[in-house]
């Protein structure tokens, strides 16, 4: 199979998702991977790219721009399936992509798919309470691979990087302005989350969650009400409406467990749960729990990880 994988460049840098989707599309046919701007793109063939399109002239992925690139290297290169990481542009731009090429399209895909006969691609559906195998009919195919549930492998190969020049027509806005999102690594791509709800009482407090989330080299993430109330960004929200997430680690520190906040983050291979409340719902999701005041919890807890990695 022939595969075009589309690679999202931050700062010129490879996003993990990315990797993770080269990595995931290796597995499926031979690897040409479409990205854009002043990217360094070499190590996508550690991650098996056996090529690399480049639009220089592309310097940040819009929506229209985007799914147009996507769409001339499958045409230039006779591609059968097309794959995205479902982040926020992989959703904006797959569904265009899949419309343009008449292709199905499996959105939240969790594993490889099963080739042996039909096409049959298993994905995660319903916020993550069941699981679907969606069969693809179509001779275009597109897959987007749900962030964080399949582990980029490097292989060590090299890839032949090449310059694009395809017209992509005009933008058709204007980006003035771009706000950061702070340091750190962002949510969707973190395998270590720390966050914290009303529980905490106010914004003066978030201290012992970011010296925490500093001791692990976690990112820090919050509660929607916490986020509507001011005391924390709103890019640090997690939950249905929010951001979802799949680290390997979600700590939630007074945090009652809603079902739109667990919609967000029961993907995570492991959560850890603080709260007073001994009935608290996410409890019930928790594979590990601590009944307490996060108040005592969380500084004992950063003390505690601070001796074990200075005798390390």
Request: aromatic share 6%; with cysteine.
């Amino acid at each position: 199979m022939s595969v075009i994988v589309f690679v999202e460049s931050k700062n010129g840098n490879v996003s993990k998702a990315s990797f993770e989707a080269v990595s995931y599309g290796s597995k499926i046919g031979d690897v040409t991977a479409v990205t854009y701007g002043d990217v360094d793109a070499t190590a996508l063939g550690e991650f098996g790219a056996k090529k690399v399109l480049v639009h220089k002239g592309l310097s940040s992925a819009n929506d229209q721009q985007a799914t147009k690139l996507v769409v001339a290297a499958v045409e230039e290169t006779g591609a059968d399936t097309v794959i995205f990481s479902q982040d926020q542009i992989g959703k904006a731009i797959a569904p265009r992509v899949s419309a343009a090429l008449n292709a199905g399209h499996a959105s939240g895909a969790i594993e490889l798919p099963k080739t042996d006969g039909d096409f049959i691609v298993k994905t995660n559906v319903f916020s993550g309470k069941a699981f679907a195998n969606v069969k693809l009919n179509s001779d275009k195919k597109v897959i987007s691979l749900l962030p964080n549930s399949f582990s980029p492998e490097k292989i060590g190969g090299s890839a032949e990087i090449s310059e694009v020049s395809y017209d992509l027509g005009s933008a058709g806005i204007t980006v003035k302005d771009f706000k950061s999102e702070g340091e750190g690594v962002p949510l969707p791509e973190a395998e270590l989350v720390v966050s914290a709800g009303r529980g905490l009482k106010g914004p003066e407090n978030w201290g012992m969650v970011e010296d925490l989330a500093a001791t692990l080299g976690a990112t820090t993430a919050c509660s929607r009400p916490v986020a509507d109330i001011g005391w924390r960004p709103h890019h640090e929200h997690v939950g249905q409406t929010g951001v979802a997430i799949r680290p390997n680690l979600y700590i939630a520190a007074g945090i009652s467990g809603a079902i739109q906040h667990l919609a967000g983050v029961n993907g995570s291979k492991t959560i850890v749960v603080i709260n007073t409340d001994s009935e608290a719902p996410f409890f019930k999701a928790a594979d590990y729990g601590i009944v307490g005041d996060a108040f005592e919890v969380l500084p004992k807890l950063n003390e505690a990880l601070k001796k074990f990695k200075a005798a390390q």
